[in-house]
């Protein structure tokens, strides 16, 4: 499988014939087509196929599946119900911290910039970005933590009608700090080619609000 160059667009068979595979059952078995069950607004070119890998060559780097649960050195996949890609550039930040709210600027913007706690995200980080991370001294644990700090805002600007937007969350939380995601709402992978101070974004279904019946899921596979 592809975990580098180009890792999230065309040109391997691996990565497109697992995403094809899977949504061959979502139609097929599940009976997800399109004006039937599948009554998305306008769906996206990922249902064809969208299927990576994550860049494991880092021994320093905790992959996704071990993050959460699987055994290191492990064959494990993640299923997201993931949007669309969005790229992400940054070619100024020099240090993590500048990183952070960097990122953390482009996560807010997932389904909407005044709406929190509604969907989920994959950060897909670029070996170059990541080198800004792992030159410092930062591991997994920090990014994550550093990024959750950062995607804090006032309630009092997210508001329905604050700034002028109607869109936005109910009026009772404007006087609390709101996180953009939940705890576990931001999944980490490391991805891409050696070249690009470009990352990227895969927003979440806004469903995902629904934690109970609507959230990743990372399962072992193979021997």
């Known amino acids: 499988m592809n975990s580098g160059l180009n890792a999230l667009g065309q040109g391997n ?8 595979a899977l949504q061959l059952i979502v139609r097929n078995v599940g009976g997800g087509l399109p004006g039937a069950i599948d009554r998305a607004t306008l769906g996206n070119p990922g249902k064809y196929t969208f299927c990576f890998a994550e860049d494991e060559s880092d021994p320093d780097w905790e992959p996704l599946s071990v993050r959460r649960g699987v055994a290191r050195g492990k064959n494990a996949v993640t299923l997201f119900h ?6 992400f550039i940054d070619q100024k930040s020099r240090t993590p911290d500048e990183l952070v709210r960097s990122l953390a600027m482009g996560l807010w913007g997932v389904n909407h910039p005044k709406l929190a706690l509604a969907g989920n995200a994959v950060l897909v980080l670029t070996p170059e970005h990541y080198k800004i991370f792992k030159d410092a001294g930062w591991n997994r644990r920090r990014i994550e933590d550093a990024l959750y700090q950062a995607l804090k805002r006032p ?11 109607a869109e936005g969350l109910p009026p009772a939380m404007a006087e609390r700090v709101v996180d953009k995601f939940h705890p576990d709402g931001l999944l980490i992978v490391r ?3 050696e070249a690009g101070l470009f990352s990227a974004i895969i927003g979440g279904w806004p469903g995902q609000s629904v934690r109970e019946e609507c959230q990743a899921v990372t399962r072992e596979i193979g021997p």
């Open 13 to 20: 068979r691996a990565n497109a014939t697992i995403g094809r």
């Open 82 to 87: 993931g949007e669309g890609v969005s790229g």
């Open 155 to 165: 309630g009092r600007d997210l508001v329905r009608g604050a700034q002028g937007v």
């Open 191 to 193: 991805a891409g080619g």
